[in-house]
């Protein structure tokens, strides 16, 4: 049975994240939907300002050297920066460690030049939410996202 503060942080930290509103009738569409609307314009999602050639630079021991500057809690999953860091930069997993480094490379490249559905990377992009204590009954929610995302975005 849980104890009386976490039932209050989990009511505190729900109480801060409003229930979502319901959808307004103007805004669902009904019916078969038109293939047109799953093409995205390129000019959403692609940025002129950074060449795509900068992206082709990433590969499996930048990412190892990544893993080995990260630090912290893991997220949903659970594994933490020191599991990533054993994965990723232990010797003791030979060609595993050098395969699991270069898909890793080949999904960062893959989410900087395509338009990735949301939907499809929902649990790389997930955080696990954390209650902390600021004193007084108040209490600050902390989000802390899978390590292999912030390995990605370094």
Known sequence: MPCQSDLH???TVKSKHPEPQPAKLGSVLFGEIPESIYSIPESIYSNDEIPESIYS???GEMVRQAALRTKGSGGPSGV???GFRRMLA???FKQSSTRLCE???RMTKTLCTQ???PTTIEAL???RLIPLDKGEGAVRPIGVGEVIR?????
Request: glycine share 4%; hydrophobic share 40%; aromatic share 8%.
């Open 150 to 154: 912030r390995i990605s975005a370094k």
């Open 9 to 11: 942080f989990g009511r």
């Open 103 to 105: 898909a890793i490379a």
């Open 115 to 117: 338009y990735i559905d």
């Open 90 to 92: 232990c010797k003791s």
């Open 80 to 82: 933490d920066a020191n």
């Open 125 to 127: 992009i997930a955080s």
């Open 57 to 59: 630079q990433i590969n």
